[in-house]
């Protein structure tokens, strides 16, 4: 599998602020809710539209509506954004049991449960307190 290294290259941020405004469909509640100016929302949107090559949203002065390939996206957009989100949350997990069975406190199966998930928090809460007084 090839990743593409192109200047125009497509990222989840321009995702994200095209799945927002498509799900509000006003420029100023989207960006409130990615905390961002509706300008700089405005230039992901555009720099998405350049990027896939066609109009995804229709604008005026009073409203915002998705064009065909703006509701296509729309959908895939947001199976992405999800699959991306569920493989970040499992990486970290996966990293958390990582630790907490070098720390001798994970269970011997793969499975991660929410009391390995309690015991990797309090021995991470542990490890950064006392980092902190070592240095002092």
């Given at each position: 599998?090839?990743?593409?290294?192109?200047?125009?290259?497509?990222?989840?941020?321009?995702?994200?602020?095209?799945?927002?405004?498509?799900?509000?469909?006003?420029?100023?509640?989207?960006?409130a809710q990615l905390y961002l100016s509706p300008p700089a929302l405005s230039r992901?949107?555009?720099?998405?539209?350049?990027?896939?090559?066609?109009?995804?949203?229709?604008?005026?002065?009073?409203?915002?509506?998705?064009?065909?390939?703006?509701?296509?996206?729309?959908?895939?957009?947001?199976?992405?954004?999800?699959?991306?989100?569920?493989?970040?949350?499992?990486?970290?997990?996966?990293?958390?049991?990582?630790?907490?069975?070098?720390?001798?406190?994970?269970?011997?199966?793969?499975?991660?449960?929410?009391?390995?998930?309690?015991?990797?928090?309090?021995?991470?809460?542990?490890?950064?307190?006392?980092?902190?007084?070592?240095?002092?």
């Amino acid at each position: 599998m090839q990743i593409t290294k192109s200047p125009e290259a497509l990222e989840l941020r321009h995702l994200r602020a095209f799945v927002a405004v498509a799900g509000e469909l006003n420029f100023g509640r989207a960006a409130a809710q990615l905390y961002l100016s509706p300008p700089a929302l405005s230039r992901q949107i555009r720099a998405l539209e350049q990027i896939v090559g066609c109009e995804l949203l229709r604008r005026t002065t009073h409203r915002v509506e998705l064009t065909l390939a703006g509701n296509a996206l729309q959908h895939r957009a947001l199976e992405i954004l999800t699959q991306v989100d569920e493989a970040v949350s499992a990486t970290r997990l996966l990293g958390g049991e990582l630790v907490a069975r070098i720390a001798g406190t994970g269970s011997r199966s793969a499975t991660w449960s929410t009391l390995n998930y309690t015991r990797y928090v309090r021995l991470s809460r542990i490890f950064t307190r006392s980092s902190r007084h070592r240095r002092t």
